[in-house]
């Protein structure tokens, strides 16, 4: 599949997307948004790789929503363009393979929220997160206002959101937003490293736990017991969870399938 903005490379069955529209600092233009949402759908059922790492080109991750683009719209478009990214970031939430967001620089707007729609953030000591809506009048559109109140607990997010203020990788991380730090010339490295460990566990099992750990975060602890429950059932289903245990039990290293 052919991208413009976005550059895409499979390197040992980790799927490297690296925002690519460096002039306007990766900001996410509609066309942008539909290649991601492209690349997530179109691999959805696509086990030849079993992560993905989102990076951006230059000094950004992505700075946010493409403004010129913003300024265009009116009512009815603004709410179509807000579905349209909550759209992606709820297909990258949910996509059955961990997603992991390598935070090279800024992460602002659209940027922040992209980031915070990945399993797991990790930070360049260059990064800076942060949700400026406010500065241009408007507010965060795409989860912002729900994921980062989550993540961060409702004051920290109001704070940052209210203020518009931007935080760097150490802070972002002792908040709960980025979940490890490095330096700028390990993040690729570090961020492959994870995701190849991840590749050397059950596929399926990982992604159940995805799952459960997403679908019980949005109902009450009960509820949340029972997916996990039926998760950890349905796991006795797969060749992997019997050679897993085998392989403990044999004292041997478990070959996984994915099956
Ligand atoms: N949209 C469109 N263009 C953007 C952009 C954005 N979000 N962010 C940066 N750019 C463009 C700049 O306009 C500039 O273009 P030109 O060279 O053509 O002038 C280019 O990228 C480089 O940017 P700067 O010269 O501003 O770079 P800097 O290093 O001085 O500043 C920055 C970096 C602090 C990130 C600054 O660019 C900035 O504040 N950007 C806007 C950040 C922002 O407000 N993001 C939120 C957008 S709204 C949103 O995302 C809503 C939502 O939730 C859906």
């Not at 040992?12 to 948004?33: Q, S």
Request: one cysteine or more; proline letters at 2%; aromatic letters at 8%.
């Amino acid at each position: 599949m052919e991208y413009k903005n976005i550059i895409v490379k499979f390197e040992e069955r980790v799927a490297v997307i690296t925002m690519n529209r460096e002039k306007a600092l990766n900001a996410l233009n509609d066309e942008t948004i539909a290649e991601l949402q492209s690349f997530f759908r179109h691999h959805w059922l696509d086990d030849s790789f079993g992560c993905v790492i989102i990076t951006g080109a230059g000094k950004a991750f992505v700075a946010g929503a493409d403004i010129s683009e913003l300024a265009q719209c009116d009512i009815k478009k603004a709410l179509k363009k807000s579905m349209l990214g909550i759209y992606l970031t709820k297909t990258i939430e949910n996509f059955p393979k961990p997603v992991i967001a390598a935070v090279n620089g800024f992460a602002l707007g659209g940027g922040c929220e992209l980031a915070m729609a990945c399993d797991i953030r990790l930070a360049s000591e260059k990064a800076k997160f942060g949700q400026p809506e406010v500065n241009l009048g408007l507010i965060p559109g795409y989860g912002g206002t729900q994921r980062l109140a989550r993540l961060v607990g409702r004051g920290k997010a109001k704070q940052l959101i209210f203020t518009g203020e931007m935080v760097d990788a150490n802070e972002a991380k002792r908040i709960g937003l980025a979940d490890e730090v490095y330096p700028a010339e390990e993040l690729m490295t570090k961020a492959m490293e994870m995701a190849k460990l991840i590749n050397s566990k059950a596929p399926i099992a990982v992604a159940t736990a995805k799952e459960c750990i997403n679908r019980g975060l949005d109902v009450n602890l009960s509820a949340g017991l029972e997916f996990e429950k039926m998760g950890f059932g349905t796991i006795y289903g797969t060749e992997d969870a019997m050679e897993g245990m085998k392989a403990f039990l044999e004292k041997r290293g478990a070959e996984f399938k994915g099956k």
